[in-house]
């Protein structure tokens, strides 16, 4: 996926949260966004000119 890919379905995904709190898969759910947020980290720092 790219970062815009990326981006696009952690906001997805918050906003599933948000909206479905008494939801059976809400952890399963929640590990998948906390999974994207390290992959886009990853994929920052790992680009040029990244920290």
């Given at each position: 996926m790219t970062p815009t890919q990326i981006e696009n379905k952690?906001?997805?995904l918050?906003?599933?949260l948000e909206h479905n709190h008494a939801h059976?898969?809400?952890a399963t759910?929640?590990?998948d966004l906390r999974k994207?947020?390290?992959q886009l980290i990853n994929m920052?720092?790992?680009a040029p000119g990244g920290d």
């Amino acid at each position: 996926m790219t970062p815009t890919q990326i981006e696009n379905k952690i906001r997805e995904l918050e906003y599933w949260l948000e909206h479905n709190h008494a939801h059976p898969d809400r952890a399963t759910v929640s590990e998948d966004l906390r999974k994207l947020k390290e992959q886009l980290i990853n994929m920052e720092a790992d680009a040029p000119g990244g920290d």
